[in-house]
């Protein structure tokens, strides 16, 4: 069992930064890829990013270039800087959470609240 808890969100102008940070407790030994997506209402949950212990990332062509995720394996957190938000950026981020074993099922936090608006 893995836990999730994201922190960071919350009221931002476009074009202005956030940093989001996600801290793992549990089973940490079982995950292997870690990240963030979004949703926004009426929308499916959507890949933000993704990154490997080893540091290998994946990035939604919507934030390439104005987001980036990084990983400390050594406090189990993973981060999401974002930087140059746009209003299109506002939803809740979840942090995600998979594990090496591929019948466990993804583990997601309770999401985070970023509203870009001026």
């Known amino acids: 069992q893995v836990q999730l808890v994201e922190s960071g969100g919350g009221l931002v102008q476009p074009g202005g930064s956030l940093r989001l940070s996600c801290d793992a407790s549990?089973?940490?030994?079982?995950?292997?890829?870690m990240g963030w997506y979004r949703q926004v209402p009426g929308k499916e949950r959507a890949l933000v990013a993704t990154?490997?212990?080893?540091?290998?990332?994946n990035y939604a062509a919507f934030v390439k270039g104005r987001f980036t995720i990084s990983r400390d394996n050594a406090k189990n957190s993973v981060n999401l800087q974002m930087n140059s938000l746009k209003p299109e950026d506002t939803a809740v981020y979840y942090c995600?959470?998979?594990?090496?074993?591929?019948?466990?099922?993804?583990?997601w936090g309770q999401g985070t609240q970023v509203t870009v608006s001026s």
């Open positions: 995600y959470a998979d594990s090496y074993d591929v019948q466990r099922q993804p583990y």
């Open positions: 990154i490997t212990s080893s540091g290998n990332t």
């Open positions: 549990g089973s940490i030994f079982i995950i292997n890829r």
